[in-house]
């Protein structure tokens, strides 16, 4: 069956991405410091459309090069991506991993599926699984490992994005978009949408409460800030907080608001990444928005679609970006 899955996943992305532009939207320069990241002959370049929403990318490097791996949370599916143009490989989209998110037998809303992915530090593939609502990884041996899944007993909401720090904790947001009635799911058992950081011994500290829909997340080079959007349309922000030598949280930062933006374009603060000099890439309404870590707009990669989350190569010679139902990728300076 799973074969079968398989076949029709390939064919229906490879008609749909035949159909799918070069490149899309426009790259819109706020200030000089956005020269040194992004270069003015830049676009959006689309590598692949036909999917329902994506989410979550995360680049693996390999012997041949990398390639791309990224969510279809409505296909309860995982995607991977590699590059045509690298020598001895076909390129192209194929199916990674299905089911991704949700292992249930009844239906179980409309985003079941895989969100955000990283790397954990021996190279293993983590994910947070909306349908079932826990933090996994993916073994070198093939078979998946529950990292997390309640919290004082009672199970998580619908985690959503996870960064790993450098000791292998894993700091990750839990809002309620993977419920299939959301905030109001007969299934809910915690009343609070949570920031939290596993630890590698296994104990789960809950940072922060303060955000009502924690989304995308992200750590400073120097791992003493943590980086944290927020899609309620009602309060639509990306804030910083310094991480305290005890490991708890201080008191929280707002960068930028995104309401005057989503007059502009559809979409909220969503995924980000934090590049090695410290500056954000985050998603928001329409496209990515760079800024600075005190929370200056350098410049923002207008796609015009509801944009959900972006992360680097190895190098950072490219910035890859899920917007709607395309993958893109942006060459940086």
């Given amino acids: 069956m799973r074969y079968s899955l398989f076949l029709a996943l390939a064919a229906f992305v490879s008609i749909v991405s035949a159909q799918t532009p070069k490149h899309i939207g426009r790259i819109e320069k706020l200030d000089d410091a956005f020269d040194q990241l992004v270069g003015s002959d830049a676009k959006i370049e689309v590598l692949a459309g036909g999917f329902t929403w994506t989410e979550g990318p995360v680049w693996v490097a390999d012997d041949r090069g990398g390639h791309l791996l990224f969510s279809d949370i409505p296909r309860n599916s995982i995607f991977r991506w590699s590059p045509a143009e690298r020598e001895n490989q076909s390129g192209g989209i194929s199916l990674f991993l299905s089911p991704s998110g949700y292992t249930g037998t009844t239906y179980y809303g409309l985003e079941p599926g895989s969100n955000g992915l990283t790397l954990d530090p021996d190279g293993q593939l983590a994910m947070c699984e909306h349908g079932d609502r826990r933090v996994s990884v993916l073994t070198h041996g093939g078979g998946k490992r ?72 992200g750590l400073s080079p120097d791992e003493k800030t943590l980086y944290v959007a927020q899609s309620d349309p009602g309060n639509p922000i990306w804030m910083s907080f310094p991480i305290q030598e005890n490991g708890k949280l201080g008191a929280g930062k707002e960068l930028l608001n995104a309401r005057k933006y989503m007059r502009e374009f559809p979409g909220l603060p969503d995924g980000l990444v934090v590049a090695k000099d410290g500056t954000l890439f985050a998603s928001g309404p329409g496209g990515i928005y760079v800024m600075s870590p005190s929370g200056q707009l350098l410049g923002r ?28 990728r942006v060459k940086m300076k």
């Fill in 301 to 328: 990669l207008i796609t015009g679609e509801r944009t959900s989350n972006c992360t680097f190569d190895t190098d950072q010679t490219y910035l890859y970006l899920t917007a709607d139902s395309y993958l893109c």
């Fill in 146 to 217: 529950t990292l997390v899944d309640n919290y004082q007993g009672k199970r998580l909401n619908s985690p959503n994005d996870l960064v790993f720090s450098k000791d292998g904790s894993v700091y990750f947001t839990d809002p309620i978009y993977g419920l299939p009635e959301r905030a109001d799911d007969p299934r809910r058992e915690l009343d609070f949408c949570g920031v939290y950081r596993l630890n590698k011994d296994g104990t789960l500290d809950l940072l922060t409460t303060q955000m009502t829909r924690p989304n995308g997340i």
